[in-house]
């Protein structure tokens, strides 16, 4: 894909976004992977309650550039690219940021990485479970509720499609199941991202 065009979408993502934490030294970089209805949403809400972070989250920067969703392969792609981009834009500007994505596959995830590492961002990697019998209660009251806190059009047939692509995150990350407190796991991110 052309350069400028990942360009003008990263704009448009970035515009999208409103206020920006305060900018520090050291930038934290939080990575929150997950299957659809695993909580990662919200967990990633009750971390930027915490941490002064800004969170992109992949099915609302999808829909900001691409109102009608289609989830192809190269609207995926296109979306990715400009997401990356906007990520090393806010960490280069020291931004602290969450990003809230399913990022199942080890080889998406080697991209984040290498950005964390080539600007020397504190990477913190998350990964989100829940029980099965857990996540199909949520996607099926998300497929009824109109006032959803979700942007994810994921149900469960999309969650039993993704399963078989889920890959073990090769560093060190922290690991939290949405259905038990998730207080304990809050606060080592938290002390982490403040080190």
Same mark, same amino acid.
């Given at each position: ?26 930038? @934290? ?5 997950? /299957? ?14 915490? /941490? ?8 609302? /920067? ?5 109102? @009608? ?42 991209? /984040? ?63 939290? #199941?949405?259905?038990? #407190? ?14």
């Amino acid at each position: 894909m052309a350069e400028t065009q990942v360009v003008s979408d990263a704009q448009q993502l970035s515009e999208s976004l409103g206020q920006l934490p305060e900018p520090v030294v050291k930038p @934290a970089f939080i990575v929150v992977s997950g /299957l659809p209805g695993t909580g990662k949403s919200y967990f990633c809400r009750k971390l930027a309650e915490r /941490l002064p972070f800004i969170i992109l989250e992949s099915d609302t /920067l999808r829909k900001t550039l691409f109102p @009608a969703t289609t989830y192809s392969p190269p609207e995926s792609s296109r979306l990715f690219q400009a997401v990356h981009h906007l990520i090393e834009g806010l960490l280069k500007k020291g931004i602290p940021l969450i990003l809230d994505a399913t990022n199942l596959s080890e080889r998406y995830r080697e991209h /984040l990485y290498h950005i964390a590492d080539h600007l020397d961002a504190k990477l913190i990697l998350v990964r989100v479970e829940a029980p099965p019998e857990v996540v199909y209660q949520r996607l099926k009251a998300r497929s009824i509720e109109t006032n959803s806190e979700s942007s994810s059009d994921a149900d469960w047939a999309v969650f039993q499609k993704m399963k078989s692509s889920v890959q073990k995150i090769s560093r060190n990350h922290f690991a939290v #199941d949405t259905s038990r #407190d998730i207080t304990p796991v809050l606060d080592k991110i938290v002390r982490e991202a403040n080190k």
